[in-house]
């Protein structure tokens, strides 16, 4: 009976631990997409920036006189254009939607990997329920005969699912963060919103990262 136990427990035991490396190794992914995204944030809040970014300030007598003494037609028509070239202006709306493109492109990314980290937690919650049914049989063998001896991999495997489950809560959460940021971007939000969108990306406070890193310390 005690060498059914033990390998009832140690295959449940090795059969999600493959699960769990594959959850982190998702995990890292998104973390990974996160780092590229907020650079397209920034690409995208940088663009704006440069397209309202204030003229020169033609009041001031300094200025007057080197605009007085440097005149053209080339720099009226700068002047007249906001102090900003008509290539550099397409040029930087074009960035502006590039970035937002991509930012698109990263929610879907990271959308498909919440999918594949769904799979895995059901896959995780499959081998706990089957320990737990392993468990009670065993138990109710070992009544009749002696005293039960509850297997040390069952609690392993449970702890496993258990923290699964709630990094992939802190992710999914600062997905839905991320998800209304993009949503909310376009060429009237404001500097200061922009700021805080970047501040909110970068800090990820919905992620509490000792607990990822526990997790990643469980696996050699």
């Known amino acids: ?23 982190l190794s998702r995990i890292l992914k998104i973390e990974e997409l996160g780092a590229v995204g907020i650079k397209f944030l920034t690409g995208f809040q940088k663009g704006l920036e440069f397209l309202r970014r204030p003229p020169i300030n033609d009041t001031s007598e300094l200025v007057q006189n080197i605009i007085k003494a440097n005149e053209t037609k080339r720099l009226k ?13 397409v040029q930087r ?16 990314k990271v959308k498909q990997l919440l999918v594949e980290l769904e799979c895995l937690l059901d896959d995780a919650g499959v081998v ?9 049989y065993y138990d109710l063998e070992q009544e009749k005969t002696a005293p039960a001896v509850p297997p040390s991999r069952v609690i392993d495997d449970a702890d496993f699912a258990s ?20 949503s909310s971007l376009n060429l009237t939000t404001s500097a200061g ?7 909110m990306w970068s800090l990820r406070p919905m992620v509490n ?12």
């Not at 028509?77 to 202006?89: C, F, N």
């Not at 709306?93 to 879907?108: F, G, W």
């Open 1 to 23: 009976m005690e060498g059914n136990e033990g390998k009832s427990t140690s295959h449940s035991y090795e059969e999600i631990r493959p699960t769990f490396s594959e959850f």
């Open 77 to 89: 028509s700068y002047m007249d254009a906001g102090y900003i070239t008509p290539h550099d202006r």
């Open 163 to 182: 923290l699964m489950a709630v990094i992939y809560s802190m992710v999914k959460q600062d997905f839905v963060m991320q998800e209304r940021v993009v």
């Open 193 to 199: 919103e922009l700021e805080s969108y970047c501040l």
């Open 93 to 108: 709306i074009s960035d502006v939607k590039m970035c937002l493109q991509r930012l698109h492109e990263h929610l879907s």
């Open 128 to 136: 706990v329920k089957a320990d737990c049914e392993t468990s009670c």
């Open 209 to 220: 990262d000792d607990v990822v890193h526990k997790a990643l310390r469980l696996v050699p």
